[in-house]
Nanobody, 124 residues
Framework: QVQLVESGGGLVQAGGSLRLSCAAS????????MGWFRQAPGKEREFVAA???????SYADSVSGRFTFSRGNAKNTVHLQMNSLKLEDTAVYYC??????????????????WGQGTQVTVSS
């Protein structure tokens, strides 16, 4: 059974940093597109970042230059380094894995596996 488990969320002041991690089990996703999405209360789930098989990354305009998506040294982990956090970054953050490899898809429909989410709250 495939599982994605996020960690690293929490409460941080505006301007601070957090590092989210996602650990996969049940199969390897080293050769798959991985993504981060987030959902704030009353809003739809939105794309944050993606990384493909070749290590190429894509970011939402709202986080570009502040967030960095990387694959971990551990075989089945990915990380999202979030710097210069803003109030509007407050949301539940979800890790996702796709059966695609080279795509940098931004639509949730292109992802097949999802974690349960981790809360990120940015305070003033």
């Amino acid at each position: 059974q495939v599982q994605l488990v996020e960690s690293g969320g929490g409460l941080v002041q505006a301007g601070g940093s957090l590092r989210l991690s996602c650990a996969a089990s049940g199969r390897t996703f080293r050769s798959n597109l991985m993504g981060w999405f987030r959902q704030a209360p009353g809003k739809e789930r939105e794309f944050v970042a993606a990384i493909n098989l070749g290590g190429r990354t894509s970011y939402a305009d709202s986080v570009s230059g502040r967030f960095t998506f990387s694959r971990g040294n551990a075989k089945n982990t990915v990380h999202l380094q979030m710097n210069s956090l803003k109030l509007e970054d407050t949301a539940v953050y979800y890790c996702a894995a796709s059966e695609l490899a080279w795509s940098l898809a931004q639509s949730p429909d292109q992802y097949n596996y999802w974690g349960q989410g981790t809360q990120v709250t940015v305070s003033s």
